[in-house]
């Protein structure tokens, strides 16, 4: 074992307890979020500024028995995750740890090697002086040509913040484990595949030594041995013995997956599990020598003689990952590993706090439709953590695996599809031939599993135990694979710490804010060069002269980049075709990376890329960062808001004068980019977040603003008029956070329409981006206008006026306050999230309270409930008219969505649809004609 | 206060830059708060017609029949079979016993005349290769034979079988008839009104015979109807209404509505033009047995049948033709134009001068905007202390042609239909709402909770 003088043991309970840290799992109660220790008043974000590397990241090595530990890939994929931190010498710390000797070889008894079927291990270790805390997962793989077949290999997730790890340990085992499995998975399989191949090279060389020796003992006299051919026979009875050692080898393989499992996570796909119990309770079928069949299977592979002294052999090149693991099992693994690392994304506060969100919105999944957004594939992952998962989707390939042994898989080499394309009857076939073999030698290999099978067991008792109760280094490595946990910690990890921190704490801050600002919009897909100094420029205000300098430089490019990149023909054709996402690929292009404000970042004095304007994560995650920071990827429309931003950023910052006009001009590449809604693809909560800083804007520059939000918020459509599309979009894309009920996929807005609108479409979407146009068109657009104007408010983008009924209740005031002091926009997404979702659930109360719409005796009628409820409001919830209109709205469209979700097979020709009508009401119409409220920007900072 | 109601006039009137009469969102009388959008058809939608007290049937130029819950906005049936629009389409109620068994009758210009059921949707029966296609069809449910109106007039009976029909008329065919007694029916045929009466001779046939021709119409009727027992009116393009008898069909009254007062007017109504006469077309007619409704141009005119004299009337109460009109039962009034709108009026007394000026008065000034017609009915208000103004009181929007018809269910709402190719079902927000949340209360019940 490499010397690892700072690995101790981390003993479990005492030592973490000492140091401060609350197990949350004591209360297991669903919305139990740790406290952060308050003993030693520290700044909790400052704990592992001192981290090489940027942000989480995940690092799979291998312990190469050739060069020793290496480091083989690290997703994500990319060089500036990990910075300068020394991936070589991490991973030999981590390899260092031999969490499990991995016995190989002759067992007594046996004649025949063995294959070790070792448990994966999970161990957290921790290097201090790198900063550096990683939960590693051991796993060994199967390779015939290493020793003992096995090689070790780690995948570990590395972070700064040691906490994070260990509190969120379940979670990353069982994901872990998850890739783990399908990873070795993918390996049996190549492993058996490979063994067949060897099999049949042997068999191949034994049949031409036989020859030899036949010739040999023709030719020579009888009775008298050559020593020729004695060699020859000793050859040929190591051949012999060499493909007995195969077979059995590949029996071994072959029975793995109905071994009874002893590791929790270790969940089988049921799938995978009965297609391989079908092939071995297949009875035995011909031999497969027989049967034409069987000669066109072995057509398939052309056997090659080999030297049949050993199957190890260390001269050779060893096989990579990739071709130790069959293809597809190898990318789902990667797979799933992207999607761990996606999962973890963000500081340890932000996943609490969003497993709190989750658990607390299933609980409301009634009124989730308003305003949160669908929890679909946040559930699933959470789901994840009580099921049985297989990474392969089998659901997909049904057909294809169900006649395809486990074993012998597509994809075949391609040599052997040109030959003879391979049925599936033909492979069952072999795996049938395979299975009459081993019933052969029946009798020893079941002695053998059961024993092995013992032992196993017996040490994962101890497994078990040690990762409650911890223990000795020596005894976790001993004792099991399970858990074994270690820390490192070196002395002079605090000292540094503060040392940093001090440095630091001088020149960071407007550095601070501008990267909070840009690792919130987004930075982590690493798209956003310029943008990053950008809001920080806005919100952040005090910003240092250098930055504010290199903003307007970066900005400067910006607009030239888009403005005047005609010369490239295909960069135009890219922004013309309004496909954001390629779009957002150009757009950074254009903007060299070089005008980051993120220079003076890391007092490391690190090259510039690499730092980039990715903010370690522990350095500055407060609280709505991570909100921001931690998007899901995963959604088809998560890169179509990016642009969203990017224009309103171009915008906000050229145009400290004009806040949202002056540089649309500029930036009409961008134009159709200003919308993340209405393409299609679901709303994201990343999205919605994005258009928070579009909302807070709105909030702020229009004083009136107020009564357009009333407008969404009591399902009156409001139409945004204007004639650039651009600005257009970007109201409607910050507008879209008020209108309840958006549906999943923004289906109630409409970003951009050019064409007159129809009484349906006034049903159809609540909020509605209109051009404005000078032609006939135009024209009768206004009819319609005017036509439907009492269903409709007005907000003329061009001329600054809203058209609309005027608000005059109370629920609204601090979402719309135009002199409100939030400066960020996630900050303001968050405090409207609570304003509506307290709504919501008001509007719940409303909708489900019995009295309040069924009579109390027979002989009240409608008026009388009616007026009970219209009490409940004004007297209960104390709201004014125009609030109570607004609940009432939602609770319409709960009632409505109840209704609909829950009325499976009802068939309505028409969805009843709601129209505002109200002239009921006592509405005035309020003409609201106000000159826009100009945000001044410059100098000392923000306005009020 | 004089200072005032000037004031007030002079902001309303730069307001309303048009004639068009504006009364804004505020509407507490009108209670439609709440619209269903229909689509179905592919072409102008004429024909309303109720079936029971949920159901009714839309029919138009697109040859399709569809059959519509009101209360859910469903569309039960489509009825398909005529190739060509739709021109004329009623129910056909029938009684056997205890079970009233309601149907529909369809005329097309394709030359058909079908019979559906509109429990199943079923083509009950059909007639083809007609000699003309039918504009108007009357069922005389004591007979229990129904009519139809083309070129000639046919009397068909129960199963579809022509009893008989009257000789073939000039081209302009009938375009409406109505039932009077004594087994007569009147037709309107161009500027005339021809009384045919219905004899049963030997062996229980039907004939049908031209008894009178009343030619006291100057042009063509477009509007005939029943008021009562005893009185049928009829209307035609030039302003004439005249009050039958239904039984000798003498004149009982005679108006003839010029709007008059165009002649006085001040500029600003010669820079219109001179009137049209659509602008004194008789369109349609409808009453409740003691008031009449006439939809003018694009005007109304409320008459009373029983003291024989004009109670209220407004010239401009659209900006284009009235297409249909209805008295409601709390004596208002429902019109619906080709402007797009349909409009709730409601019969206010005029105030004596003593009193303060109320909204009313003053709105009437406003709202039509010149002398021209405040003159007049000031001057009639001497003559006639009875005539009453009609004030706005509520307006549905949401059709983008013309609202060719509408129907209505009472509270459970009003049907419009239209060019637009749409149905608008208009609804009382507050009563559905508490429909929906009953509903959501079962929906629980049946859950066994959230």
């Known amino acids: ?175 872990f484990s998850r890739a783990s499995e399908c990873l070795k998975t993918g390996n049996r399989r190549a492993f058996a595949r490979e063994l067949q191949r060897k099999l049949r090279d042997l068999e191949y060389t034994r049949s031409v030594l036989q020859k030899e020796e036949g010739l040999q003992r023709e030719a020579g006299p009888q009775g008298c041995y050559s020593a020729c051919a004695v060699d020859k026979a000793n050859e040929l009875a190591a051949m012999e013995k060499s493909i007995y050692e195969h077979r059995d080898l590949l029996r071994q393989i072959t029975s793995y997956p109905l071994r009874p499992r002893r590791d929790p996570h270790a969940a089988h796909c049921h799938h995978c599990v009965t297609e391989s119990q079908r092939h071995r309770d297949a009875p035995p079928g011909p031999d497969r020598d027989t049967g034409e069949e069987a000669g066109q299977r072995r057509q398939s592979y052309t056997p090659q003689l080999i030297k049949g002294k050993s199957a190890k052999c260390f001269a050779k090149r060893l096989k990579n990952l990739t071709e130790l693991c069959e293809e597809r099992f190898y990318e789902a693994t990667v797979e799933l590993l992207n999607h761990t690392e996606r999962c973890f994304r963000g500081d340890l506060c932000y996943l609490y706090t969003r497993r709190l969100d989750r658990a607390l919105r299933r609980k409301q999944n009634i009124t989730n439709f308003l305003f949160e957004e669908e929890l679909g594939e946040e559930e699933e992952e959470v789901a994840v953590l009580g099921r049985i998962f297989c990474s392969l989707k089998h659901t997909v390939g049904t057909d294809s ?162 403005g005047q990149r005609a010369p490239d023909p295909e960069l135009l054709v890219q922004m013309d075709t309004a496909c954001c996402m390629s779009q957002e690929g150009f757009l950074y292009n254009s903007s060299p990376p070089d005008t980051l404000p993120a220079s003076g970042l890391q007092p490391g004095s690190l090259p510039l890329p690499l730092v980039v304007n990715q903010e370690p994560q522990a350095l500055l995650p407060v609280q709505g960062d991570y909100g921001l920071g931690s998007p899901h990827c995963q959604s088809p429309g998560a890169g179509l808001d990016l642009p969203v931003s990017s224009s309103g950023d171009t915008t906000s910052r050229g145009s400290d004068q004009d806040g949202w006009d002056c540089t649309m001009s500029a930036s009409t590449g961008s134009e159709r980019a200003g919308s993340p809604l209405g393409y299609g693809g679901l709303v994201t909560l990343r999205q919605k977040k994005r258009a928070g800083q579009g909302a807070l804007r709105f909030v702020r ?23 650039e599309e651009g600005r257009v979009r970007r109201l409607v894309s910050a507008l879209a956070l008020y209108v309840p009920g958006p549906g ?110 069924l009579p109390i005796s027979h002989l009240e009628q409608r008026q009388e409930v009616e007026e009970r409820t219209r009490g409940f409001l004004r007297d209960q919830l104390r709201l004014g008219e125009d609030d109570c209109s607004i609940l009432m709205y939602l609770s319409q469209l709960i009632t409505q969505h109840y209704l609909d979700s829950t009325s499976v097979g009802a068939v309505t020709t028409q969805p009843h649809l709601e129209k505002d009508n109200t002239p009921g009401t006592n509405q005035q119409h309020l003409d609201i004609l106000l000159p826009m409220n100009v945000l001044t920007l410059g100098g000392g900072g923000p306005g009020p | 206060m004089l200072r005032w109601i000037l004031g007030g006039r002079e902001a309303q009137g730069s307001v309303e830059k048009n004639p068009v009469l504006f009364i804004g969102e505020e509407q507490p009388k009108n209670w439609f708060t709440e619209l269903q959008v229909l689509k179905g058809h592919f072409d102008i939608v004429r024909f309303l017609v109720q079936i029971d007290d949920f159901r009714f049937a839309s029919a138009g130029d697109d040859g399709l029949v569809l059959v519509w819950n009101v209360e859910t906005g469903e569309r039960l049936l489509e009825l398909r079979g005529h190739s060509q629009q739709i021109t004329a389409m009623t129910a056909y109620t029938h009684t056997s016993g205890e079970n009233t068994h309601t149907s529909l009758i369809t005329a097309s210009s394709d030359r058909t005349l079908s019979l559906w059921d509109p429990e199943t949707g079923n083509r009950v029966q059909t007639v083809s290769d007609l000699q003309s296609s039918v504009k108007c069809l009357l069922v005389l449910e004591r007979l229990c034979v129904w009519v139809s109106g083309g070129n000639e007039l046919c009397v068909w009976n129960r199963d579809f079988q022509l009893q008989c029909q009257s000789q073939h008329h000039d081209d302009t065919g009938i375009s409406a008839t109505v039932e009077l007694p004594k087994n007569c029916i009147a037709a309107a045929m161009d500027k005339d009104i021809v009384i045919f009466r219905l004899t049963m001779s030997t062996g229980s046939r039907l004939s049908v015979a031209e008894v009178r021709r009343l030619s006291d119409h100057q042009d063509s009727i477009h509007a005939l109807i029943n008021i009562n027992d005893g009185l049928f009116a009829s209307g035609s393009h030039v302003g004439e209404l005249i009050l039958w008898d239904a039984v000798d069909w003498t004149i009982m009254a005679y108006e003839h509505i010029l709007w008059e007062e165009s002649q006085t007017d001040t500029q600003a109504e010669i820079r219109l033009a001179a009137p049209k006469p659509s602008e004194m077309s008789i369109q349609q007619l409808t009453s409740d047995g003691e008031l009449m409704v006439a939809a003018v141009g694009s005007g109304l005119y409320v008459y009373s049948v029983i003291t024989k004299s004009v109670v209220a009337y407004r010239k401009t109460a659209h900006d284009s033709n009235v297409l249909h009109t209805m008295l409601l039962p709390d004596g208002g009034l429902m019109s619906c134009s080709e402007d797009g709108s349909v409009r709730i009026w409601e019969m206010q007394d005029l105030l004596l001068p003593a009193e303060p000026a109320s909204a009313g008065f003053f709105g009437m000034w406003t709202f039509g905007r010149s002398n021209k017609q405040a003159g007049p009915p000031v001057k009639k208000v001497l003559e006639l202390p009875s005539l009453r103004t009609l004030e706005l009181t509520g307006d549905l929007i949401g059709h983008s042609g013309a609202v060719q018809m509408f129907v209505s269910f009472g509270e459970k709402g009003l049907v419009t239909c239209s060019t637009d190719h749409l149905l608008i079902a208009w609804k009382n927000r507050e009563r559905e709402s508490h429909l929906r949340s009953l509903a959501l209360f079962r929906k629980l019940e049946e859950n066994g909770g959230l």
């Open chain 1, 701 to 723: 520059q229009y004083p009136f603003a107020l009564h357009a939000l009333w407008s969404l918020l009591s399902g009156r459509t409001l139409v945004v008029l204007g004639s």
């Open chain 1, 744 to 853: 999943r996929c923004g289906e109630r807005v409409q970003p951009w329409l050019s064409c007159p609108f129809s009484l349906t479409d006034l049903q159809r979407w609540k909020l509605i981006g209109l051009q404005r146009m000078a032609s006939p068109v135009g024209t009768s657009m206004l009819c319609s206008l005017s036509r439907y104007s009492r269903y409709i408010s007005v907000l003329d983008a061009d001329r600054k006026t809203l058209r609309c009924p005027g608000y005059r209740g109370t629920l609204l005031a601090n979402v719309a306050d135009h002199r409100t002091r939030l400066r960020r926009g996630s900050t303001y997404f968050l405090h409207l999230q609570n304003v509506l979702s307290r709504l919501a659930s008001r509007a719940f109360l409303l909708s489900f309270t019995h009295h309040l719409h």
């Open chain 1, 1 to 175: 074992m490499i010397g690892a003088p700072d690995v101790v043991a981390f003993t479990k309970e005492e030592a973490f307890g000492e140091v401060g840290y609350p197990n949350p799992w004591v209360v297991p109660e669903e919305f139990s979020v740790p406290l952060f220790p308050s003993n030693n008043n520290a700044n909790p974000w400052a704990k592992t500024s001192y981290a090489k590397f940027t942000k989480d990241f995940i690092l799979i090595s291998e312990f190469s028995e050739q060069v020793g530990p290496q480091p083989l890939l690290t997703i994500p994929d990319d060089p500036k995750v990990f910075g300068t931190f020394d991936l070589n010498y991490f991973s030999l710390r981590i390899m260092s740890v031999d969490y499990q000797a991995s016995f190989v070889g002759h067992p007594t008894g046996s004649g025949y090697p063995r294959l070790s079927f070792v448990e994966d291990s999970r161990v957290v270790l921790g290097d201090s002086k790198e900063g550096a805390f990683a939960y590693v997962h051991h796993l060994t793989l199967y390779d015939l040509e290493a020793r003992g077949f096995v090689r070790p290999f780690c995948m570990a997730y590395v972070s700064a913040d040691e906490r994070k790890i260990m509190l969120q340990f379940q979670e990353l085992s069982l994901l």
């Open chain 1, 401 to 562: 695996h169900i006649h395809t042994p486990s074993i012998v898989l597509c994809p075949e080499p391609p040599e052997s599809v040109e030959v003879n394309p391979p049925c599936p009857d033909n492979s069952a076939q072999q795996s049938v031939a395979l299975t009459g073999e081993e019933r052969l030698e029946s009798s020893l290999s079941d002695l053998t599993m059961e024993t092995q099978d013992q032992e196993s067991s017996e040490e994962n008792k101890d497994s078990f135990s040690s990762d409650r109760s911890g223990g000795e280094e020596e005894e976790g490595r001993e004792g099991g694979d399970q858990t074994p946990v270690f820390l490192l910690e070196a002395e002079e990890g605090g000292e540094g710490e503060t040392h940093r921190v001090c440095e630091r704490e001088g020149e960071a801050e407007g550095v601070l804010n501008r990267e909070r600002e840009g690792e919130a919009e987004g930075v982590f897909n690493g798209e956003r060069e310029g943008e990053a100094g950008v809001l920080g420029r806005e919100e952040g205000g005090a910003e240092t002269e250098e930055g504010g300098a290199e903003t307007e430089e970066g900005e400067a490019e910006t607009e030239e980049g888009e």
